[in-house]
Structure formats: C-alpha cells, structure tokens
C-alpha cells in the first residue's frame, strides 16, 4: 500500500511555531481528503541521544501497527545551540470508499543543554492533551526522566540494560510507586509464565503448585535481572516470603518460605547463551514431578516427570516475538494494567543479595 507523508522543518524555532505547524499539516491532510483522521490513542516521548536517532528510529518502525499516535522525539546533542524540529504525519495508503486512513504524526526536535531547563515548555505543547503519554529514554538520563515524569502516566523501560542489576530492580520500584511502569525485560519473560501458568492449569495439576519445593532458573549473564523477575513472579503468584539471596561463583542461591515447606532457590549463568533473556526454568515438587523448560530452536523445549519416573518432552512453538515484537508489545502495554509486574518486582528486590 502506497505511503503517504506530509513533512514541515525548521532551523531555530519555537515550541509554538512547532505546534502551530502540526496543526497546519492536520488541516491539509484533511483538505487532501476528508477520510484522512489523526490516530488518537497514545502519546510517546522518547528521549534520546541524537547520534541514535537513526537506530531508534528504525526500532520504532519494526513495531508496526503498535505505533503511537503521536510521537515526540527529543533529540538530545549537549553542545547544541538551537532548537531545530522536523514534522512528519504520515497515512499508510489512500482510504479506500466508505473507510478511513488514520495520520500518524512524529515530531523530531534537537536540543542541547541550554534547552534542558525548559523542557517541559518545550514539550508540554507537543503532546495530544487528554490522551496518556508513555515516556522512554533507551539512553538513561534519569534526571531528564524525572523532569518528564511531569506530562507521563506510563514509562517504558529495560531492566535489562541497566549497567547494575541491583539498581535495576531497585529503580523500576521507585518509578513504580509514580507512574505506570511498562518493562521491556518482563515482557520477555511472558512465553515462560504462560507456559508454566498453563502447565499446572489442569484440575488434578494444581494441588502440586503447593508442593514446589526447588526452582531453578538458567539466565544470561547479562540478565540477572530477568531471572529475579521470574523468580519474584513466581513467589508472589504462590504466596512465598522470599529471602535474600547469596552470590556463590556464578549462581545466586536462596530459600523462600511457603505455606507447607521452604522452596529452595537457584538461578544460574548460562554463558552459552547468545542473546539476553532466558536459557530455561526447573520446576520440582515434594511429590517428585519435575517441569522444565528450555531455549530451542522454534520455541521451548518442553520436559515433564511425574512422580513415577515417567519422562515426556515436546515443542512450544513461536515462543519468541523479537525485539520489534517486544517494543511494540511494551507500547501497547501503556494503555493497559498488568496487575502482576510491581508484586513481582518488589518480591525481587526483597531477593536482593
């Protein structure tokens, strides 16, 4: 389907002129054709170095139909003296009789340092009033994320990009108790939790969640942070008082406290593996059926024992959804509420060593 753009830049300007200029290329996107409508859902600010805005750039495509509505990108270059602002409102295709096309608009505006001071002023007129706002900043600068915080119900992050997994945690609670927080290293995790939801989801299976009695989880190096959040997940969905855990080598051990019995706690480096995330989950209960779940070529390696002996395993297929797939995931995720990612996370932070 042929794209269609309508652009507006300019050297040295204003919030004002910038805002004026959206307004205008509305107005003849609508005068081109009436079946032209702006998306109004989402707004989106991302913060970011204005070296990566061509990467950023090319993430936020591969997001698809997850695009915000309009998106605000706050280019940031700290010896920049002048404020320069590209306007874009783009309508995948001519609507076709009877329908209509929806116009998307990015604003891109480079600032330097001496512009932080009025970065809400700047802002404040570029996004859509009345419609939440999901603020990112990929690249830190959580001085500027707090200053931003003022215009967001939403932000998005990575815990696992953090430099410091402790932090990480740590820091995703503290936005927690101020706004919506959407974690990109969670929802990577989503294919196991369902999985394991669905694993004791039948009747005669659930009585077992009771009797876990060991968890063991396999991560990336670099993604600590992400088997901590599963293994909060975890012990708040079963109830469970995490302890803190102990670094030994490469692995953190531990013990949470449940109803019938403590549930001893692993999680491992797996530096075999080549992307971030999860290498796998072991599951065992008191009765001695054991469920596992492994990185595969496909999806998850699935294996089960009851607690005969009896060894089954299979294939879940199209587990992962790639990085476009996650982001596009997070955006949506900031108009709804996922009740279980701050028990989970503040269960981790209780797990901190």
Not at 10 to 37: F, K, M
Not at 177 to 195: G, I, K, M, N
Request: proline residues 7%; aromatic residues 6%; hydrophobic residues 40%.
């Amino acid at each position: 389907m042929p794209r269609s753009d309508a652009v507006w830049t300019a050297q040295g300007t204003t919030p004002d002129a910038i805002e004026a200029a959206l307004r205008e290329l509305l107005v003849q996107r609508h005068a081109e054709n009436e079946r032209y409508v702006p998306a109004r859902v989402l707004n989106m600010i991302a913060f970011v170095d204005r070296e990566w805005t061509g990467e950023i750039a090319n993430r936020l495509r591969a997001v698809g139909r997850y695009s915000p509505s309009r998106l605000l990108v706050l280019a940031y270059e700290p010896r920049r003296e002048r404020l320069d602002a590209r306007v874009t409102i783009v309508s995948e295709g001519e609507p076709d009789a009877g329908e209509f096309a929806l116009l998307r608009e990015t604003v891109v505006v480079e600032l330097g340092d001496r512009h932080l001071d009025d970065l809400l002023t700047i802002a404040d007129p570029l996004v859509v009033t009345d419609l939440p706002t999901l603020l990112w900043s990929p690249h830190g600068h959580y001085d500027i994320v707090e200053v931003l915080l003022a215009l967001s119900q939403a932000v998005l992050i990575d815990s696992i990009d953090e430099p410091i997994w402790r932090d990480a945690i740590d820091r995703a609670c503290k936005l927690s108790e101020r706004a919506y927080v959407v974690d990109l290293a969670w929802l990577r995790s989503t294919p196991w939790r369902e999985r394991v939801a669905a694993s004791f989801d039948p009747p005669r299976h659930r009585p077992e969640l009771r009797a876990i009695e060991r968890v063991t989880v396999r991560h990336h190096p670099a993604s600590t942070v992400s088997g901590m959040l599963l293994a909060g997940w975890l012990a708040s969905r079963l109830g469970w008082q995490p302890g803190s855990l102990v670094a030994r080598g490469d692995e953190l051990l531990g013990r949470a406290h449940a109803s019938r019995q403590d549930v001893a706690l692993r999680l491992q480096s797996a530096p075999a593996l080549q992307v971030r995330g999860l290498e796998g989950l072991t599951l065992a209960t008191a009765s001695g059926r054991e469920l596992s779940l492994d990185r595969g070529p496909g999806g998850l390696r699935a294996r089960a024992r009851d607690p005969r002996g009896v060894e089954r395993s299979w294939t879940i297929p199209g587990a992962s959804r790639g990085e476009g797939g996650i982001l596009g995931e997070g955006i949506r995720q900031a108009l709804l509420r996922d009740p279980t990612y701050v028990p989970a996370v503040k269960a981790a932070q209780a797990m901190l060593p």
